[in-house]
């Protein structure tokens, strides 16, 4: 096991980080992780000053500095945990299938987008489209959303610390107080994560996406 930790380069250009997953890079040295293509004349060492801590129990993966210009972060993630100390482009956590991804910045569009299962925690603003055609899992925004929250959504949890704008294809459900949140928040305080700080039990609850399955739930956390 090993903690990996690639620390952003300073360069004006689209980083694709689809293939930098904790489990892929589970194992491999500095060099190694350097040499990884991340497009046709764009290495990890060109973007990324690379640093590997063998002396760890847990599969993690943490990305420093990072800016809305770093793409597809933990893109189809299926193990680990994922940290990004900053901000993350579009499709931040996008097919995600299992794993822990916390996100201290703000995210792009498609946070979550397809998501099948695992933990998405967002402490800073999410952009449009997030959680679209959402499978399964939790995805937690403090910050705020953009539209189409949730769109397509088929089933799973939006947990929100904010109310988002009015969604024409979700149902108001009222006010509940839900005692299951309580196993929830005790996972959170496992985690370095604000989220960990959450207390309250009584939620908004919407239901939807109804354009489709309408088996997903939104829940903003109330006083």
Not at 14 to 37: F, H, N, S, Y
Not at 207 to 215: S, Y
């Amino acid at each position: 096991m090993s903690h990996i930790v690639l620390t952003a380069k300073p360069i004006s250009r689209t980083v694709d980080c689809r293939a930098l997953l904790p489990l892929a890079l589970q194992g491999k040295t500095e060099t190694e992780i350097g040499a990884i293509k991340l497009a046709a004349n764009l290495s990890v060492a060109d973007a990324f000053e690379v640093s590997v801590d063998a002396a760890t129990e847990a599969t993690k993966l943490t990305f420093k500095n990072t800016t809305s210009s770093h793409q597809y972060i933990g893109f189809g993630m299926t193990a680990g945990q994922l940290l990004v100390e900053g901000d993350a482009g579009d499709f931040l956590g996008a097919q995600l299938q299992n794993g822990i991804l916390i996100c201290k910045g703000n995210a792009g569009a498609r946070a979550g987008d397809r998501m099948r299962r695992g933990m998405l925690l967002i402490e800073g603003d999410a952009g449009d489209y997030c959680g679209s055609d959402m499978m399964a899992g939790t995805l937690g925004v403090l910050g705020s959303t953009g539209v189409y929250l949730g769109y397509g959504m088929k089933r799973g949890t939006l947990l929100l610390a904010q109310s988002p704008a009015p969604q024409a294809t979700w149902i108001d459900c009222g006010l509940h107080k839900l005692p299951f949140l309580n196993i929830l928040y005790k996972s959170f305080k496992l985690l370095d994560s604000r989220f960990a700080l959450i207390s309250s039990q009584r939620v908004q609850r919407w239901m939807g996406d109804m354009g489709g399955l309408g088996k997903a739930e939104i829940l903003v956390i109330q006083p």
